[in-house]
């Protein structure tokens, strides 16, 4: 583990170990955004993988829309100069069944569900269905839904060996080979935190504006190439033991194709969109009930086309218990012009057609 202390109140933190969590869990969510895994290992290893660990990847394909990377909001209380994989594995399973499921169920945050809940369908049927009956819209098989609650151990069991797999000579070799990408993000780190505390630091590089602002005591920025994710924010927010923030990077080169650019480019063009950037612009983070009242539109209106404007990038979510608050992705629209400018040629000397 690379551990620096930036400030009195920033750690710059890097781990290869942490490294193959975050493989583990793109994985799971078939590479979404990158294909590094695949690069990396090869699909017949990876297909192979699938067959050895098919408990893990069929539960995790069910409860997938659950919110269920709230698995690593235990690096809240774990993370550290001295973290190991082996360590963290031991730590979350040490918990008692109801506390680690309830820690991943993301659904609680839209639906009200307690600990007690979880509590009492790990062990009565008539609990488990009416636990399920909250998710149903959201998770489409019950035996996997079932699997997730009743059988959790055995799925995080199965999680940290598929990261120990992959924690090998050829993940190694790739974090080498990106160690200039990784000072670049330790420097520009830095050079925010001149002008900038540990919140306004991570709201500039996540390219938003936080609903959730703390106060938090200690801030922890992480670089990652295998991450699923472009970017995203662990922290507490009811003033806990561990009153920390951590922020997880992605270091790679974003890929998007002339195909992306085009499909951002028709959600913007779209009135109802465009007005709802605009709000987004002027008053973010917003939530989507606001926004129904601002603009006066219908919830399911508005809902159709905050999905469309999440797919391509141009805004971002954070869930705060039941709702949901947006804003606008200021990188991703900053990052669009810039490639209309390059694709048209806006910057080259008129006339020239260079």
């Not at 602002?213 to 994710?229: D, I, K, V, W």
Request: charged share 25%; aromatic share 12%.
């Amino acid at each position: 583990m690379r551990w620096e202390t930036l400030n009195e109140n920033c750690i710059f933190a890097f781990s290869p170990e942490l490294e193959a969590l975050f493989g583990a869990y793109s994985l799971l969510g078939g590479e979404a955004l990158h294909h590094v895994c695949t690069d990396l290992y090869g699909a017949a290893r990876i297909a192979e993988w699938k067959r050895r660990y098919r408990f893990l990847f069929e539960t995790f394909d069910a409860v997938r829309e659950l919110g269920t990377y709230s698995m690593f909001d235990f690096l809240l209380d774990n993370l550290s100069e001295g973290f190991t994989a082996q360590g963290f594995r031991a730590y979350i399973l040490s918990l008692p069944d109801d506390e680690r499921v309830f820690r991943q169920a993301g659904w609680s945050w839209f639906d009200g569900t307690t600990q007690e809940n979880i509590c009492r369908a790990l062990t009565d049927d008539a609990a488990l269905d009416a636990l399920y009956a909250r998710v149903e819209e959201k998770c489409a098989s019950f035996l996997g839904f079932a699997s997730f609650v009743r059988q959790n151990d055995r799925y995080m069991e199965e999680f940290f060996a598929l990261a120990a797999e992959l924690d090998g000579p050829a993940l190694r070799g790739a974090l080498q080979a990106q160690e200039k990408a990784i000072e670049a993000f330790h420097a520009q780190t830095l050079e925010k935190l001149k002008s900038s505390d540990g919140l306004d630091c991570s709201q500039k590089l996540m390219g938003k504006t936080f609903h959730n602002r703390g106060p938090y005591e200690t801030f922890y920025f992480l670089p990652s190439l295998l991450l699923p994710f472009a970017s995203f924010r662990l922290f507490y927010d009811n003033g806990t033991p561990h009153n920390r923030q951590i922020l997880v990077c992605s270091i790679r080169e974003p890929e998007k194709g002339r195909e992306d650019t085009i499909a951002a480019l028709k959600a913007l063009s779209d009135e109802t969109r465009y007005q709802i950037l605009m709000l987004l612009a002027k008053h973010s983070p917003v939530n989507g009930q606001d926004i129904v009242r601002a603009l006066k539109l219908a919830p399911s209106t508005v809902s159709h086309h905050m999905t469309e404007l999440k797919e391509r990038g141009l805004i971002t979510e954070e869930p705060v218990r039941t709702a949901k608050y947006y804003g606008i992705s200021k990188k991703a629209v900053r990052e669009l012009l810039d490639t209309v400018g390059k694709d048209l040629k806006l910057n080259d000397p008129e006339g020239t057609g260079k």
